[in-house]
């Protein structure tokens, strides 16, 4: 049933063997994921690790904004965990159990982020680590144009745009919870590094919270006829 499914919906962008080569993947940005390399970007694993099958269920069933990666809520329970199984069948690292490890736990965002008024101290420091460990990529602004825009390339080789954490919708989500998971786990085979280590866990949540300021941009003025 997988290899059924797999064929009938991500055969045209994914490719007959998971290569990325599907017939419209040309052209596509991002590219379609290359499954052959067991490279997956969201995840709830340590970096550099297999995700776990409710990672690529939660892909699935909820897409991913402002890609070509639609969601597949048609699909049945029986179908979607058809398709991962066969999924994981297009590289040989799933073979390997070196390449699996538990999810990382996460801690409940702190009851401060949810109450009004006393966000604000914690704005102005997110704001602070913004400017000294993102704003190179994702720009002053958070606009995704950053100085290092030019030289960002991703482990296949193209070109790796920053997000612009301006949008209403972000690929991996907009909830805290979700920002949270990927400044602590980062995005493999992109540039986006992992903060577990170098940011503390206050100095996250503190950075999440200016993030939740962040006003999406102002659409042009309609066009007089």
């Known amino acids: 049933m997988g290899r059924f499914v797999y064929e009938r919906n991500c055969l045209v962008c994914h490719g007959r063997w998971g290569d990325g080569d599907g017939e419209l993947a040309k052209g596509m940005i991002p590219k379609p994921r290359k499954f ?79 109450k009004e008024g006393e966000t604000a101290a914690a704005v102005v420091k997110g704001k602070a680590t913004y400017s000294l460990v993102c704003a190179t990529c994702h720009g002053e602004h958070a606009d995704g144009k950053g100085p290092a825009v030019a030289e960002l390339k991703d482990t296949w080789g193209d070109p790796a745009k920053p997000a612009d954490l301006r949008t209403p919708a972000l690929r991996h989500g907009r909830a805290p919870m979700d920002l949270f998971r990927v400044l602590t786990l980062g995005i493999d085979g992109t540039p986006m590094a992992t903060f577990g280590e170098a940011l503390s866990e206050q100095q996250r949540w503190e950075l999440v919270a200016f993030l939740g300021t962040l006003k999406p941009p102002a659409s042009a003025p309609a066009a007089r006829p």
């Open 36 to 114: 052959s390399t067991a490279i997956f970007k969201y995840r709830s694993t340590p970096p550099g690790f297999l995700p776990t099958n409710e990672d690529l269920v939660r892909t699935i069933r909820s897409g991913r904004a402002n890609t070509s990666m639609p969601y597949f809520t048609q699909l049945s329970d029986r179908e979607v965990r058809a398709v991962v199984e066969f999924i994981k069948s297009l590289s040989p690292k799933w073979r390997k159990p070196a390449n699996y490890a538990a999810p990382v736990p996460l801690p409940e965002p702190p009851a401060w982020l949810s």
